[in-house]
């Protein structure tokens, strides 16, 4: 993608706006949740069958998802060849993808009774399905339920488990337009939310309007709904190096107004900028973690050397790799939009030196930079490009901010956002707690509620999604006006990097009592490990406790007082709310932290689930 191809497409997306258009295959819109009435596209039951291509090697998409999650559950669902998944995908037969990954599908598609392209599966119905379910949320919009009803013919409300049911999937072959325009074949790609026809052409590196006129979408206001098929135009086969999406915007965070945004094209301007700028930041910083380490073990062979000669000339080497480093950085500071780079001195300077009085705790010490309180991490070890990386390309009021790095003598420095208000433990926990410290109901929902729209943002919006793995009280950081931030992301992975030593707790990192269960046994890893420890740290929000003197000092059913079945769910709540709470909001949060503390990860709901349900009792609050 470069900024050329990018310019000479809004070129001739321009030029190409005064053309009539002929469409090839009508956008199926918002049909796809037509289920009782006709569709309002001709396109809901299948695409047409075109006058050259009776059938064709073709591509369906699906985004990873926890029951379709690997090749042989993909393979089987979608029925493809496990084979052709795996080298579509650049992964292994056995792979596993991680939750929203796109997978690219190969599929023979065809024309069925000179009507409809289409590709089947097959599908047995389970408690609970409906037509609508099957075709949205199992195949994700791959199929709609007028399809599966006018190709099964079983009334929806005969629909009994254990019925196998034909599912024909979205797919088409080009047309003979297509076909002299050079293009071979036709992904059904799968939009998701806030994805526009820009950010498609751009995966595929496609132009616009190809897959304008292939969906015969207006060129005025595309509108493209999730959960629905876009049909993109390839001349080649597509490639696992297409799949790897640009990051999304942050959603806003409620209940704060949203900033007003520009028209897409500048939009698409940033997410390429960010894209290069992320991609050359992270290959920069690896090559300079490279340097250092290989610095590092220099200097330790030095010690040993015998001629100080020699001992002399590689220190000199050394500070030229440190000299190199500098340089690393500086460039990064040429580019890096999110973050600045620092000169040592301007940390120096900004703490006194490092002195114990700019100290806040461990290895973290405030600062006044360029007018603006910083906190300043200090790192002696470990990788910091995972933290680095993620940061750079997270733009989110509820995720801590890196505002800037600096290197010296083999330490990292990160500086962030400045929070006032400190940790969440400190305004939680009783024995931290001094006579001023308390935090309403109200603030206490809007904390949860932050944090849970940070978690949001970090499971759903960005790619791969990120899993905190080390959510407490502890790593929640308040600002002057208490709204939470979620800090500490290099953690999980240094404690990793310590663990490797001691291979009986080699995957167990973390903190006890907020680690789920399938983590602890076995070592799963899903973003249902943060919803688990979003459960235990709305606990303690509203019990005042910390978890393992929770469970010390009960013996009682935790289930029936957060469900409201027991009587003591008013004892159990933080005595410094003195009672200034609604019992029955109470008793709601009580049920969602016990269904994200659920034994099986499965049934935990999702973050956005629990943004939706606390987004309601922040309002309920208010009133
Ligand atoms: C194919 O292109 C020709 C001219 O380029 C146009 O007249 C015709 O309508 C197009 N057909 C379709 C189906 O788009
Ligand atoms: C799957 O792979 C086999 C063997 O490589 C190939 O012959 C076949 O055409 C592929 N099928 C699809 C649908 O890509
Ligand atoms: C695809 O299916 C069509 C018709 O079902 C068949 O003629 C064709 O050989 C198949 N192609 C491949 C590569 O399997
Ligand atoms: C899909 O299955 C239906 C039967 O339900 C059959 O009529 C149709 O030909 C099949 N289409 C393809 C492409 O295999
Ligand atoms: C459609 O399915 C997706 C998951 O694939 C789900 O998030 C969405 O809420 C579903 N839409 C409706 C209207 O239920």
Redesign the pocket.
């Known amino acids: 993608m470069n900024l050329f191809s990018i310019t000479l497409t809004f070129i001739s997306t321009i030029s190409f706006s005064f053309h009539v258009i002929l469409g090839q295959q009508p956008y199926i819109g918002a049909a796809t ?1 037509a289920c009782d009435e006709k569709g309002n596209s001709n396109s809901i039951l299948g695409y047409t069958c075109s006058e050259v291509n009776p059938s064709c090697q073709a591509y369906l998409t699906f ?1 990873a ?1 926890p029951l379709y999650n690997s090749v042989p559950s993909i393979s089987k669902l979608l029925d493809s060849d496990p084979s052709n998944i795996s080298e579509a995908n650049s992964v292994s037969e056995e792979a596993t993808f991680e939750t929203n990954k796109l997978v690219i599908v190969p599929i023979n598609c065809s024309c069925s009774g000179d009507q409809y392209y289409q590709f089947n599966t097959s599908f047995v119905v389970e408690k609970g399905d409906n037509y ?2 099957i075709a ?2 199992t195949f ?2 791959l199929s709609t339920c007028q399809a599966l009803l006018d190709q099964n013919k079983i009334p929806a409300v005969d629909l009994d488990v254990g019925t196998k049911l034909v599912v024909p999937l979205r797919c088409a072959c080009p047309s003979k337009n297509q076909t002299e325009e050079g293009v071979r074949y036709l992904i059904s790609y799968l939009v998701k939310p806030g994805d526009d026809v820009s950010q498609v052409s751009e995966i595929f590196g496609v132009t616009i309007e190809t897959i304008l006129e292939a969906n015969s979408l207006s060129f005025q206001q595309p509108t493209i709904n ?2 629905t098929t876009l049909l993109v135009p390839l001349q080649d086969k597509p490639s696992s190096s297409q799949t790897v999406e640009p990051p999304l915007p942050p959603p806003p965070p409620p209940p704060t107004p949203p900033p007003s945004s520009n028209g897409s094209s500048s939009k698409t301007w940033v997410y390429i900028v960010v894209g290069v700028v992320g991609a050359f930041v992270i290959i920069l910083l690896i090559c300079s973690i490279i340097f250092r380490s290989h610095y590092l073990k220099k200097k330790r062979k030095d010690s040993e050397a015998v001629s100080d000669n020699f001992a002399a000339k590689e220190k000199a080497q050394g500070k030229e790799l440190e000299d190199e480093s500098r340089e690393l950085l500086e460039i990064i500071s040429g580019i890096a939009q999110s973050f600045k780079v620092y000169s040592f001195e301007e940390l120096q300077n900004a703490t006194n030196n490092f002195s114990p009085k700019s100290l806040i705790e461990g290895s973290v010490y405030h600062g006044v930079i360029n007018g603006d309180l910083a906190a300043i991490k200090k790192i002696d070890g470990g990788d910091v490009s995972k933290e680095m990386e993620l940061l750079n390309k997270v733009n989110h009021s509820n995720v801590i901010r890196l505002s800037g790095v600096s290197f010296k003598d083999g330490h990292w420095y990160l500086v962030y956002e400045y929070a006032a208000n400190g940790a969440l433990s400190d305004w939680i926990y009783f024995h931290n707690k001094d006579e001023n410290k308390s935090l309403s109901w109200t603030q206490r929902i809007q904390i949860a509620l932050d944090v849970a729209t940070g978690l949001d943002y970090l499971h759903s919006f960005i790619s791969p999604p990120y899993i905190h793995k080390d959510l407490k009280c502890s790593n929640i950081l308040l600002d002057i006006d208490f709204r939470a931030k979620i800090a500490n992301f290099g953690l999980a992975r240094l404690l990793e990097l310590e663990n490797d030593q001691n291979a009986m707790t080699r995957h167990i990192v973390g903190t006890r009592g907020y680690m789920a269960p399938e983590y602890l046994e076995n070592g799963l890893v899903s973003t249902k490990l943060d919803v688990y420890a979003f459960g235990v740290m709305m606990l303690e929000i509203l019990t005042g406790k910390e978890v393992a003197a929770l469970y010390e000092e009960n013996d009682f059913n935790l289930s029936s007082v957060l469900q409201g079945e027991d009587e003591r769910l008013r004892d159990f709540m933080d005595s410094s709310l003195q009672g200034n709470y609604p019992l029955e909001l109470a008793i709601f949060v009580g049920g969602i932290i016990d269904d994200c503390m659920k034994k099986d990860p499965t049934t935990r709901p999702s973050m956005n689930e629990i943004v939706t349900s606390l987004s309601k009792v922040f309002d309920s609050s208010l009133s």
């Open positions: 949740s985004r998802q609508f379910g949205n949320n994700e919009g999730p959960f």
